[in-house]
Every structure is written in structure tokens, then in C-alpha cells.
């Protein structure tokens, strides 16, 4: 394990901690999650955070001012912290082991379902149920487009992939076909 995900795992830990006493444990994690989003899909603020030449305390005040009262006191203090540090980068490690805590503590498991468009409520509800007694835990659904599929789905829960997709059903016919003709 890296030191960097070491790092991480007390941060998340931490935070966790935090969140749990104050009853915001699932809130703080979708906050965090926003925020890994916002910095992986905006190249500006990955050039921003990440150059040197610009002082810690000119990124918090910038990152200040975008975050107050959108987000948490906790988080925010976390952000400002990982700033000072020079350790916002381990951000998206953090919300993983996060995740992890929060789903080991609450018997959570984290679904993410890969189709060709967006999933509904109603159609994220039925994935949830039908996992969830596979798994025997409470699922998430985090649905992630991939336009790469023919149809049908794939589902990630863990290391575990469940491959519904079109093509994963023709390969897994096309070898049965093979064993046969041997």
C-alpha cells in the first residue's frame, strides 16, 4: 500500500468520525464526492491546485470562496487542511477509503451499474433490490454511461463484475459453442 493511500485511510477516517457524530455520514460522502468530481472533470482548477509557484494559502482562499456554504463545515476544514498540507491530491483516494468505511460501518456496497443511458429511480431501485439479496447488503447505484456497450449492463459491486452486457453474453455463448465442437 502506498503512502499516500496510508495517508488517506487516516484522513477518511477521521472524517468519518466526524460525520458520524454529527449524523451526516452519507451527506459529507456525496459532498466529497462532488467535489473529486468537480476537480477531475475542470482541467482549470487540476492546473490551479497543482501548480507550485501559487502559495497554499492563495488556493484556500480561491477554494474558499467557491466552497462556503455549499459545503459542510467538516469538509470544508478537511479541504482547507489537505490545502495547507500540499495533500489535496489524495482527495479521490480519500473518498474511496471513505466509502469503504462508511459501507463497512452502515452494510453498504456500492453498485456501479454501466449501461448505454441514464438509469431512473424506479430502474436503480429494482438493481438495488435484486443485488442487495446477492450480496446481502444495502446497495448504492452510481449509474456511469458507456457508450461502448451494444446493451444490457454491467455491474461493478466490489472486485465483482457482473457482466449483463450484450457482448458479454455473445462471448460467453461463443464459448459454449467452442467446448461443444471439441
Known amino acids: 500500500m502506498s503512502r499516500e493511500a496510508v495517508v488517506a485511510g487516516r484522513y477518511a477516517k477521521a472524517l468519518y468520525e466526524i460525520a458520524a457524530q454529527e449524523g451526516r455520514t ?9 467535489l473529486v468530481n468537480a476537480f477531475n472533470e475542470d482541467q482549470d482548477i487540476q492546473k490551479f491546485i497543482s501548480t507550485p509557484n501559487i502559495s497554499e494559502a492563495a488556493k484556500w482562499e480561491v477554494l474558499e470562496g467557491a466552497l462556503e456554504g455549499k459545503m459542510s463545515k467538516s469538509v470544508v476544514s478537511l479541504v482547507k487542511l489537505l490545502v495547507e498540507r ?3 491530491g489524495i482527495l479521490p483516494e ?8 462508511t459501507g463497512e460501518v452502515l452494510g453498504l456496497a ?7 443511458y441514464p438509469l431512473n429511480e424506479e430502474e436503480k431501485a429494482a438493481i438495488a433490490d435484486e443485488f442487495g439479496a446477492l450480496v446481502n447488503k444495502k446497495i448504492r447505484v452510481l449509474n456511469e454511461i458507456d457508450k461502448d456497450l451494444l446493451g444490457g449492463m454491467k455491474v461493478r459491486i466490489g472486485d465483482t463484475l457482473y457482466d449483463g452486457s450484450l457482448a458479454g453474453k455473445l462471448e460467453r455463448l461463443e464459448k459454449s459453442f467452442r467446448r461443444q465442437a471439441l
Not at 94 to 101: E, P
Open 110 to 116: 456500492t453498485a456501479t451499474v454501466y449501461t448505454t
Open 94 to 101: 480519500l473518498l474511496d477509503r471513505y466509502i469503504k468505511i
Open 86 to 88: 500540499g495533500r489535496i
Open 26 to 34: 452519507l451527506e459529507v460522502e456525496q459532498e466529497i464526492r462532488a
